[in-house]
């Protein structure tokens, strides 16, 4: 029901204009126009005062179904009168309706079955060739319209109930109202049941039941409408609430594993995502069925259903969630214009900004608005947890306390009930707020699961955990469970709950805070979470496959409270603007002695946090055969231990991010850095003297060579530059030998090799070298459908090119299909003998979702001459599209520059690419004036005029 009457609200215009002038129906035509001019007027008006949020989200969903009974009803009153006037001579007709859209108030169920019966005829037109009337029905609203709201673009669902099985004309009338509805535009679902058919069919589907506990009269004969309410009634009765509370909890489940399973997923659907207005309904549902609730104020008080099964407090919090959502819900249909119900990341900034978000500090609205949303979820999925097993126990009964199976659990506080732990009922959270905690390990270290009315009681004590900060119980036992066994999940419960942002405030910051991106799929505090579930994984062997080296160190870290405290932390400074490693690691050194973390483990989080990405950027930017690149990690790094913690904790915060982001290609980068630095770190000779280890690399590849004639040996030793042998291994260059024999002399060569370790397919291209020969392989690629991951470019001796490019498909994985394989050999070809027209094919290229175009990216461009020894660096940021590393070595030929390698990385929408270049002298390019054109040209080609212009 609404807080207030229509009458309130003159905006809502005139009643329905009659569609039975002097008792006698108006042609079908004129009844549609006249429906159809009053409904685009009602629809109109409801917009026009929601969009000048003179109505809020909740408020005008009950709105628009009150005005959209008046629709059916007319509908249904001109079908009536219509279908008798179908009748033979002599045959009754139906006295017209008074006013039937008279109804100017929200009326309660007995007073719209009051209303029904003076407003709307009964049908008792008798059919062609009898003499009996048929028997009346009455028409009813189900699902959400039945709960007296409606989205502008959702279903109507109506019931036509009858206490016997309808004759022609009932069928015909339910067949003519239809009709009259769908030709207005209107979705309808519909049934045409018996009461006794309802029954029948609600026994063994709770799709059926949950419809039905929504039913509310409309129209036709009250008295049918009062016998159905009965039965259902003795019928829910009779069935008992177990049942439906069972196959509710299954179907909500179910829908949580396919429309995302965490409230905190980027886009979320609003509708059936956790968090979403469906766990709201759900909630309502049970309160219905078990005590006939009709809004959750009724669950409030000590004459409530329970003894009052909610507080004032949280029954407030359930109308601000329900009103929120349904608020986003009306700008989500307004805006497309369709019943959407996922907010993507197109629709995320608009409706933002039609709420009023706009930028806050550091924040975009659209971020302010996602966090106000992500908060909201979570205090959905507190409030079901709180009230879900008091309905339980209220409508079920308590369930038997049974003392804990040992001492140590009986003087922690904790006993069982079905199994499950929850608090002993003499003891007091308030008076012991660290009891929460030794319920977590209790259940932890005894394999139990936590019972509904122990999360209760944790949701409505969590603000005591403030009161435990800095508490040496609190911390130890905080710490235990940080660092033991299924730590991700207890703290997912500490953060569900609103434990953790009380006990670590700095925490709070990042609760429900999103990076509007396409890279990250979680908010930050989900991300923690999972990448303390990675490291978890990790622990129990269970991706050795995926990450062996990860999986191997982590058994060796002896400083598993640091690494589980820095995972927890390393993202805790984000959303607070500069560099959230800088921040953060300053967070640390506040938090970690609170925490009672020592002074050693202290500076070992801080510098954790500090330089987490450490290996991450190094890995995917640098090239890592460069020896400047590995001595200026090992000089940071400086302890074998640090840099196993560093790697295990880069693994699980990469794993972390998304489900697409990790790949065999970017394990096996990580892996190859990681021995690198290891081997310095340990006094080994991994960076010795340049041409000592070009030495070895030409011994190591005429020893794979062994079997050939000594002339073919050293004819291939002498083609390649000190910068090629340091680049592959013994293997590869027994490959490209090979294939240099076996091209003979031919102008192009091109082989694949699929990797399936790593991930990646290797396409080598042996040509003549000319300028642009990068930039026109690049773009074949691009028309190939190949995403190139890294890429190594060397001129022979002899004056060709061996150009190794490594490319996946577009799920990430390797470029392996044959027809695919086949077809990048001929674009290749036809890209460098000029027959392919790269600019006008790459164009054709399938494009990013129109949903991901409102992501930006400024372009950016950063040249470095201090990383490597012997190449200028140049990192381009720009938004990702085909054809776009075609564009950008192009404007690096053009500035007369030869790419020596490049190192490709995609996140999300974002491209990083980096390049090691030098001029035609072979020198570093440190001429400001060189540069400045450089980084112009750069920036033009990653413009997204750039793309059309090609």
Not at 86 to 108: T, V
Not at 372 to 378: D, I, K, P, S
Not at 555 to 580: E, T
Request: charge should be neutral; include cysteine.
């Amino acid at each position: 029901m609404l807080d207030r009457p229509l009458d309130a609200h003159p905006f809502l215009g005139d009643p329905v204009p009659d569609l039975l002038p002097d008792g006698q129906p108006v042609g079908r035509e004129l009844a549609l126009s006249i429906l159809r001019r009053h409904l685009a007027r009602i629809q109109g008006r409801v917009q026009e005062e929601f969009e000048a949020h003179r109505l809020s989200g909740l408020d005008a969903a009950r709105w628009l179904a009150v005005l959209m009974d008046g629709v059916a009803r007319g509908a249904h009153a001109w079908t009536l009168a219509a279908v008798q006037e179908e009748a033979p001579d002599g045959q009754p007709m139906p006295h017209a309706p008074e006013r039937p859209f008279a109804d100017r108030s929200y009326p309660s169920p007995a007073e719209q079955a009051a209303s029904a019966a003076r407003e709307a005829p009964h049908l008792t037109m008798a059919p062609h060739g009898t003499g009996s009337a048929e028997r009346p029905f009455t028409l009813a609203a189900t699902g959400g319209y039945g709960r007296g709201v409606m989205a502008p673009c959702s279903d109507m669902d109506l019931l036509f109930l009858s206490d016997h099985p309808l004759g022609p004309r009932g069928r015909r009338a339910v067949e003519m109202m239809l009709y009259m509805l769908w030709d207005l535009g209107l979705k309808v679902g519909h049934a045409t049941r018996t009461i006794a058919e309802c029954m029948e069919d609600a026994r063994s589907d709770a799709t059926i039941q949950t419809a039905l506990i929504d039913a509310r009269m409309l129209a036709g004969d009250p008295a049918i409408f009062v016998r159905f309410q009965g039965a259902y009634a003795r019928a829910r009765k009779a069935w008992g609430f177990g049942q439906f509370l069972s196959a509710k909890r299954a179907e909500r489940s179910a829908r949580h594993k396919r429309y995302g399973d965490s409230p905190y997923l980027v886009e979320p659907h609003l509708k059936e995502g956790r968090g979403g207005l469906r766990d709201l309904q759900t909630m309502y549902w049970f309160a219905r069925w078990a005590f006939g609730a009709q809004r959750m104020p009724d669950l409030v008080g000590p004459d409530a259903p329970g003894g009052g099964l909610l507080t004032e407090r949280e029954a407030r919090q359930f109308r601000r969630a329900w009103d929120f959502l349904w608020t986003v819900r009306f700008h989500l249909h307004y805006v497309t214009g369709r019943a959407e119900e996922r907010l993507t990341f197109d629709l995320q900034p608009v409706v933002g900004a039609r709420m009023g978000y706009t930028r806050h500090g550091t924040q975009d609205g659209v971020e302010r608005f996602m966090k106000h949303l992500f908060l909201t979820a979570r205090d959905v999925v507190r409030l079901c947890r709180l009230l879900e097993p008091a309905i339980e126990r209220a409508a079920l009964g308590l369930p038997a306390v049974q003392p804990a199976p040992d001492a140590a659990m009986t003087a922690a506080g904790i006993a069982l009930a079905d199994g499950k732990a929850l608090f002993a009922p003499d003891r007091s959270i308030g008076d012991d707020p660290a009891i929460m905690l030794r319920l977590l390990v209790a259940v932890r270290d005894r394999g139990l699961a936590l019972h509904p009315l122990a999360q209760r009681a944790l949701i409505r004590h969590a603000p005591d955990a403030q009161r435990l900060r800095g508490d040496p119980e609190a911390n130890r036992l905080f710490l235990d469970l940080l660092t033991g066994k299924d730590a991700s999940r207890s703290m997912r419960v500490l953060n569900s709950i609103g434990f953790l942002q009380r006990f670590i405030p700095d925490w709070a910051r990042i609760v429900g805070l999103m990076q509007f991106d396409t890279y990250h799929v979680y908010t930050v505090e989900e991300h923690t979470i999972h990448a303390i579930a990675v490291l978890d994984a990790l622990e129990r062997g269970e991706l050795g496959e995926a990450a062996p080296v990860a999986s191997e160190l982590i058994g060796q870290i002896q400083s598993k409270r640091a690494l589980r405290v820095a995972m927890l932390l390393h993202d805790i400074a984000k959303g607070r603007g500069g560099d959230h490693s800088e921040l953060g690691a300053g967070i640390a050194q506040e938090v970690c002695p609170r925490l009672g973390l020592t002074p050693e483990e202290t500076e070992t989080v801080s510098w954790l946090v500090l330089h987490h990405l450490l290996i991450s950027q190094t890995a995917f930017k640098r090239d890592i055969d460069d020896p400047k690149t590995i001595m200026d990690i090992a000089e940071i790094v400086q302890s074998p231990e640090r840099l196993r913690l560093l790697l295990v904790l880069t693994v699980a915060d990469m794993r972390a991010v998304g489900p697409k982001v990790w790949n065999g290609w970017k394990a096996t980068l990580l892996r190859e850095l990681y021995w690198r630095v290891a081997e310095v770190l340990a006094g080994g000779l991994s960076v010795p003297e340049r041409d000592v280890r070009v030495a070895r690399s030409r011994q190591a590849a005429a020893s794979m060579l062994a079997d050939r004639p000594p002339e073919e040996v050293e004819q291939f030793l002498s083609l390649g530059y000190p910068g090629y042998w340091l680049s592959f291994d013994p293997a590869t260059h027994a490959r490209h030998a090979a294939m240099i024999r076996e091209a003979k002399g031919a102008p192009l060569t091109v082989r694949t090799r699929v990797q399936d370790a790593r991930g990646v397919t290797e396409v080598t291209v042996w040509c003549s070298d000319h300028p642009g020969l990068f930039s026109r392989i690049a773009g074949a690629l691009a028309v190939a459908g190949a995403s190139i991951v890294d890429a190594r470019i060397h001129t022979m001796t002899n004056g060709m090119a061996l150009d190794t490019f490594w490319v996946q498909d577009a799920a990430g994985g390797a470029f392996d299909a044959p027809h695919k394989l086949a077809r990048l050999a001929v674009l290749i070809e036809q890209a460098l003998s000029g027959r392919l027209r790269l600019a006008d094919e790459i164009l054709k290229v399938k494009r990013e979702p129109a949903r991901l175009r409102a992501v930006t990216v400024p372009p950016r461009v950063v040249v470095d001459n201090h990383a490597s020894a012997a190449h200028t660096v140049i990192e381009v940021n720009g938004r990702d599209r085909p054809g776009l590393l075609h564009d950008v070595t192009d404007a690096i030929t053009e500035q007369g520059l030869q790419i020596a390698s490049a190192h490709i990385t995609t996140y999300g929408v974002r491209a990083v690419d980096v390049f090691y270049v030098k001029d035609v002298f072979g020198l570093k390019v440190e001429n400001e004036r060189k540069l400045a054109q450089l980084r112009g040209a750069l920036l033009e080609a990653l413009s997204p005029k750039a793309a059309v212009a090609a």
